[in-house]
């Protein structure tokens, strides 16, 4: 089976693309240079390589590289620099998503591929019925007005929510909510909630780069955990103590 990882040069995305090939999966990575990708992933014959611009490849190019996967994980973000946050493109997460969900679509394929996108706990999925505080209400409005990424989070989930329910076949999805994300060299114990236990913006946790992998990982070849979170926005948090 083979997934297509949208961000793999990124923190969260080569340990993707690391825990995917350690469970047999083949993967193919779409990055803008290979200056900064790890030299295994250059040898290894598991990994599909192709060196481009997402939002400047065509509908046609998008949709050869969807084409015969099972999967697409999305660990794309916003490079933490004045430029990244605040420079174009300012929904790259969800113009981004559109493409690959529109190319996923044109695919036909005769199973619903899994879309799994990496978001955060800062997202509220009013859905679900969430309710959060006044005060964290009115802090999330401020950063979603002068932080451009916070807005693209939510449209990208948005996107998935009001496109792709129960009523089509062509794409199925989960967005992984880690908290505030930190480096751990292994995978550690974790905790999956439906819906945060604990304020993002007053009270947030930690949540392990590794383990987010290892979770999304895990809702790409484990079809139990699939069909448990399917269609809703599970929460990470590592177990040990802050």
């Avoid at 605040?86 to 199973?111: E, H, M, N, S």
């Avoid at 304020?199 to 079809?223: E, H, P, Q, Y």
Wanted: charge should be positive.
């Amino acid at each position: 089976m083979t997934t297509l990882v949208l961000g793999a040069n990124g923190a969260t995305g080569r340990l993707v693309v690391k825990q995917l090939i350690d469970k047999g999966e083949n993967v193919k990575i779409i990055v803008r240079s290979l200056d900064n990708l790890p030299s295994l992933f250059k040898q290894n014959k598991m990994i599909t390589i192709t060196v481009a611009s997402l939002l400047d490849m065509s509908d046609e190019q998008i949709l050869d590289h969807v084409r015969g996967c099972h999967a697409v994980i999305s660990c794309l973000g916003h490079n933490l620099t004045f430029k990244g946050m605040f420079g174009q493109p300012k929904r790259l997460v969800k113009d981004v998503l559109q493409k690959v969900c529109l190319a996923i679509v044109k695919t036909k394929q005769d199973i619903p591929v899994k879309f799994i996108l990496m978001n955060t706990t800062g997202n509220q999925n009013k859905k679900a019925g969430e309710k959060v505080s006044l005060a964290q209400s009115v802090v999330v409005g401020l950063i979603r007005f002068l932080l451009p990424p916070h807005a693209d989070n939510e449209e990208a989930a948005a996107h998935l929510q009001m496109n792709f329910g129960s009523n089509q076949k062509a794409v199925e999805w989960v967005v992984v909510r880690p908290d505030s994300l930190i480096d751990g060299e292994f995978v550690s114990e974790y905790t999956i909630f439906q819906s945060p236990t604990r304020s993002a913006i007053f009270d947030a946790g930690k949540t392990s780069r590794v383990n987010v992998a290892n979770f999304m990982s895990l809702l790409v070849t484990c079809d139990i955990t699939w069909r448990k979170w399917i269609g809703q926005m599970p929460v990470i948090y590592n177990t040990q103590p802050d």
